[in-house]
């Protein structure tokens, strides 16, 4: 939960993929890739590097990590609490927190990865609450 648990902008699906990249001789996050819909099925959000959620109104919101807490699930991507930096006006105005919660699929490759450069993208699907 946030430090101060503030009003919600709300709870949202997301699904996408994680990006993995090869450097050198291991595989490394790169990014993620996802959408974000609201209880209606409408979009709500696009999520990219930074961590960055983007509003179709325009506004935007880049995360930092505060907290990381493994999945109870051991084949996904870790739950975790960030703080974020908002900028525009609109939906994601004024949002000071982000949980994703959840989350299944999404962990890395392991072992040995290719050629450097090479990306593998993993799915995943996670529950994200914005708060103000």
């Known amino acids: 939960m946030p430090p101060q648990e503030g009003p919600l902008v709300g709870k949202y699906a997301a699904k996408g993929v994680q990006i993995y990249v090869c450097t050198a001789s291991e595989w490394g996050f790169k990014a993620p890739e996802a959408e974000f819909i609201d209880a209606r099925g409408r979009p709500f959000a696009k999520h990219y590097a930074g961590p960055t959620w983007e509003a179709p109104d325009g506004s935007k919101i880049v995360g930092k990590i505060l907290a990381s807490k493994p999945a109870p699930k051991t ?52 529950d994200y609450i914005f708060y103000k």
């Open 75 to 126: 084949d996904a991507i870790p739950w975790l609490l960030l703080s974020v930096e908002s900028s525009g006006s609109g939906v994601l105005a004024g949002a000071r927190f982000v949980q994703r919660i959840n989350t299944s699929g999404g962990v890395g490759p392991t072992g040995a990865c290719p050629t450097a450069g090479t990306e593998r993208r993993v799915d995943y699907t996670a």
